[in-house]
């Protein structure tokens, strides 16, 4: 688990996580305001749906993948902002028949 | 290692004519090249393509519509042989029209060429309201349609991956990193060396080497007059179901992503992208379906593709060299269920074998009345 | 399309130190960095750095300080949140921001893109709560978050850095879990002279292990078998509940909710090996490496690589590398003479060679494990697409000879991240199967793009000028 070492410092700002409210401070990215506040698990893999959370934070390993104003996004390359709507990728749906995955 | 069938060149033509020959039981070694080399079937499309084949050689046309046929069962032994699925499906294929003039005269060819062919039109025009019922992420910009319903597309990949295993499953020597330097007649033979200097006999050749043909086909009686012509590929991230039938262009392949392809560019052996055909790939894309704007791009490559003369494949059998055969072809996947199944009995003489004397090297030989 | 003299790529310690000496030798200097500060990695938000991250995160860090300054005051253009996603040979680099797409034509580039963790696949390391120790790092630099109680695993100098800055945060881990045996000790002791003239990096390296037997964190040294154990969570999903390993004859299991993974940096080589310029496999640092001259310049004239993203070397290294680039880079456009640059070098060079001199010791003494070069068949390998060590090597047995085949037969390497978190695995897997050398079994093929980058960004690319319809920019009349 992960905690602020400054829980006063970094003026709030307030955003939205597959509607969960959810308060950041400003400066952070999306990546690491969200482990702070205990989502380890940000979605789930396209192959065989395992679940997955950040892991470099640093833009290298596409891990942290969300999804913002219809774009798929590394949320370790995102700032937090007062009024970001973040939405979890979902597993595929229907994917085409054949597919041996 | 002998073996009564040389192979020359492991991509897919190679590998589906060994598996064809190995399953009429004949003993055969294949021979590849290393990881760097240019490997026409890196870019394979996918499509199991027949609607804008041979529309002036209705024997090309028949050749593909074929091997279409053929594939379903081709797909099937694959899966029994091997665990692998290869993803096929066959529910027909749009070429896609930004213009009434221009599916006007798409659909004018079609028409000629089924006309010469006979039978049922096995292909629908769909205005932009019918198309979208089928399609709905296509864009106010597209015109219609032509909806083939012999078209379909497949997983290269697995396809690839499915033959290699298949033919070495099934008893083949399969030689890898082996680049050979030359194929000559010898012993009753041939002998075919390698880079390495090894030494290989085999009763029969099959040149099946792609961009690497030219260099080995002269000293075996063949023209072998192919040119490279890279085509460059775009994959997006996997997104969820978004289209549901493949365009020429456009497909979303089995794992989710969106492929994007039909750049055609003659730039001798480069396979380097260019960013000016990316961005014109990803602006025809976006023109079609408009929600890809924002889908992210996550890899972009070019292959160099095998083109003859005339675009349509060359059979040939040595004159010069009796035993010693020359396969290339454009459309490798398309053709694959051809080259395993019915190829085979050509090159072994079989009663059964399909008449493609359409497609020997005597085609390039005419001179001008 | 916009111009630049020489474009930057990567505002880390290599990339400012690089803009700030081109600058001052009058050239036109265009910086582009992805993130949102200037820093790279090691020196994270260092703009915004306070009192309290400055005491937990150490002298070296607050180094940086003076460097951010320095290219703070320079007359330099700088562009953050650019993500460069295209370096052509001539010098066309095509970059994202704001999700708008931008070209600047470079007469000269300098690459400074630094290092990334060397991949560290272990049974289980997918699991939610798995990060790295650079991960932790980041958390801590750039928005003074740590982790309690995390267990950290592997090897090298950054582990002990790392455990160093959680016990001044007052949330020292668990437990330390190290790879390097007596026969890694041995090993480095060759290299002893090496570590005599970088002395100063040995003692910092002791005063930290000092520090953490104060604190009292266990250190368990010479770990094999080291594997990840989920369990289900309250929502179902697994996430990290442990780490299992041997040390000595004895199998222990340690329960924690994150695990911190290193195993050393490599140099991230997504850019020059797009480029196609030529490179080396290392056996030393036991990566590949860009082939460069003295000065950085790589096999393209037009193309110099600086810092981390050459070869390992840290911080100091790769500011005096990036000063040697841009002296380069400025003779390479026309701007200093042959004099010029020469005259500067010298004290450069000897900086970095003095910086370099521990690095063999270090390589080593902190050499990854087999258990990582090789991981059990189990062990997903691709991350991103799933696969596993057993499937690439069941790809070799079907004749797949190299990293690039691996994509063809089971789509290792073709996820998102481009083969940064397998490639060198897939080329450690193969090299053993085959037998052949590192540097023939090859790397991946990488293209642009090198970071992904939607189709609308591309599509607005199309039909600019300044490229002919087959793509081929007019010729460049500088150099």
């Known amino acids: ?101 | ?369 | 399309m916009t111009r630049a003299d020489i474009v930057i790529v990567g505002a880390g310690p290599a990339g400012m130190a690089a803009a700030s000496v081109a600058a001052d030798l009058g050239a036109d200097v265009l910086v582009l960095d992805e993130q949102a500060g200037p820093g790279g990695q090691i020196y994270r938000s260092i703009e915004f750095s306070d009192a309290l991250r400055a005491g937990i995160l150490g002298e070296d860090y607050a180094a940086g300080g003076i460097l951010a300054r320095e290219f703070a005051g320079k007359s330099v253009r700088f562009e953050r949140a650019a993500t460069v996603w295209r370096v052509d040979p001539d010098g066309v680099i095509a970059y994202s921001r704001a999700n708008r797409a931008h070209r600047v034509r470079a007469g000269h580039v300098i690459l400074a893109t630094g290092a990334q963790e060397r991949p560290v696949p272990l049974p289980g390391w997918t699991l939610p709560g798995i990060m790295t120790a650079g991960a932790a790092q980041i958390m801590l630099k750039s928005a003074a978050i740590a982790p309690r109680d995390a267990v950290l695993a592997g090897s090298g100098p950054l582990l002990y850095l790392l455990a160093d800055q959680l016990i001044r945060a007052g949330v020292p881990p668990r437990a330390l879990i190290e790879t390097q045996t007596v026969r890694n000790h041995l090993a480095a002791a060759r290299h002893l002279p090496g570590a005599v003239v970088g002395w100063r990096a040995i003692a910092k390296g002791m005063a930290l292990l000092r520090g953490i037997r104060a604190a009292g964190v266990e250190r368990f040294t010479a770990c094999r078998e080291i594997r990840l154990i989920g369990e289900e969570s309250a929502t179902g999903d697994a996430r990290v509940a442990g780490i299992a390993f041997v040390c000595g004859t004895v199998e222990r299991r340690i329960a924690c909710s994150t695990v911190l993974l290193h195993q050393g940096v490599v140099p991230n080589t997504q850019i020059t090996r797009s480029l196609r310029l030529d490179h080396v496999w290392d056996d030393a640092q036991r990566c590949f490496r860009p082939v460069l001259d003295a000065w950085g310049a790589s096999s393209n004239p037009r193309i110099s690589v600086a810092g981390d993203g050459a070869s390992i070397g840290g911080a100091k290294a790769a500011e005096a590398a990036g000063r040697l680039a841009a002296l380069d880079a400025a003779l390479r456009i026309g701007v200093i003479d042959r004099d010029r640059r020469d005259r500067g070098a010298g004290p450069l060079q000897r900086l970095r060679g003095r910086e370099l001199a521990v690095r063999p010791f270090l390589d080593a003494l902190y050499a990854p494990p087999l258990q990582i070069l090789q991981p059990v068949d189990e062990t997903i390998v691709c991350r991103c697409e799933e696969v596993t060590a057993g499937a690439i090597r069941g790809y070799a047995k079907l004749g797949c000879v190299g990293p690039n085949q691996t994509k063809a037969f089971g789509r290792c390497g073709m996820g998102p991240c481009q083969g940064r978190f397998c490639g060198l695995t897939v080329t450690e897997i193969l090299a053993m199967e085959t037998g052949l050398p590192h540097g023939q079994v090859g790397a991946y093929r990488i293209r642009a793009p090198i970071k992904p980058v939607t189709l609308g960004e591309i599509a607005s690319l199309a039909g600019e000028d300044e490229t002919d319809a087959a793509g081929t920019p007019p010729q460049n009349a500088a150099t």
Not at chain 2, 225 to 232: A, I, K, N, S
Request: glycine share 12%.
């Open chain 1, 1 to 101: 688990m992960f905690e602020r070492l400054d829980p006063s410092g970094g003026r709030p700002v307030v955003f939205s996580f597959d509607g969960a409210r959810v308060t950041g401070r400003q400066g952070e990215s999306l990546a690491a305001a969200l482990l702070a506040e205990g989502f380890a698990v940000l979605r789930h893999t396209p192959v065989s749906a395992q679940p997955r959370g950040a892991f470099c934070m640093m833009g290298a390993c596409f891990e942290c993948l969300v999804e913002i104003d219809g774009r798929t996004v590394q949320a370790c390359m995102v700032a937090v902002r007062d009024g970001l709507v973040v939405n979890r990728l979902g597993p595929l749906a229907d994917r085409a028949p054949g597919d041996n995955s």
């Open chain 2, 1 to 369: 290692m002998e073996s009564e069938y040389a192979i020359i060149g492991g991509g897919v033509v190679g590998l589906s004519v060994a598996f064809g020959l190995i399953g009429l039981g004949r003993r055969v070694a294949v021979f590849d090249e290393g990881d760097g080399a240019f490997r026409a079937s890196r870019g394979n499309f996918g499509l199991v393509w027949v609607q804008s084949k041979g529309l002036d050689q209705p024997a090309y046309a028949r050749w593909s519509r074929k091997s279409a046929a053929a594939w379903k069962p081709f797909a099937d032994e694959l899966f029994r042989e091997t665990g692998i699925d290869p993803a096929l499906r066959q529910d027909g294929g749009y070429s896609i029209h930004m213009s009434e003039a221009a599916l006007a005269a798409t659909l004018a060819d079609y028409e000629r060429l089924q006309s010469r062919l006979g039978g049922e039109r096995p292909f629908d025009v769909l205005g932009h309201n019918a198309l979208k019922r089928e399609e709905p992420h296509i864009g106010p910009k597209v015109a219609g349609a032509i909806l083939h319903h012999q078209d379909g597309h497949v997983n290269p990949l697995k396809v690839l991956r499915a033959l290699a295993g298949a033919v070495r499953r099934k008893g083949a020597g399969v030689r890898v990193n082996s680049a050979i330097r030359s194929v000559r007649p010898g012993r009753g033979g041939f002998e075919i060396e390698s880079v390495d200097g090894t030494v290989h006999f085999a009763e029969k050749v099959v040149l099946c080497a792609g961009l690497g043909a030219p260099a080995l086909a002269g000293a075996l009686g063949f023209k072998a007059p192919v040119r490279p012509q890279q085509g460059q590929v775009l994959i997006t991230e996997k997104i969820d179901r978004f289209m549901n039938r493949p365009t020429d262009c456009i497909r979303q392949v089995d794992e989710g992503g969106i492929q994007i392809g039909a750049s055609k560019r003659e730039v001798g052996l480069d396979d380097r992208e260019t960013l000016a055909t990316t961005a014109q790939l990803a602006r025809d894309a976006v023109d079609v379906f408009p929600a890809l704007a924002r889908v992210n791009l996550v890899r972009s490559w070019a292959a160099l593709r095998i083109m003859s003369p005339d675009g349509i494949p060359i059979y040939q059998q040595s004159k010069t060299h009796p035993g010693a055969f020359f396969v290339t072809c454009h459309s490798g996947i398309t053709l694959a269920a051809a080259h395993a199944r019915f190829l085979p009995l050509w090159i072994t003489g079989d009663e059964q074998a399909p008449d493609l004397s359409v497609f020997s090297e005597a085609r390039f030989d005419v001179r001008a009345a």
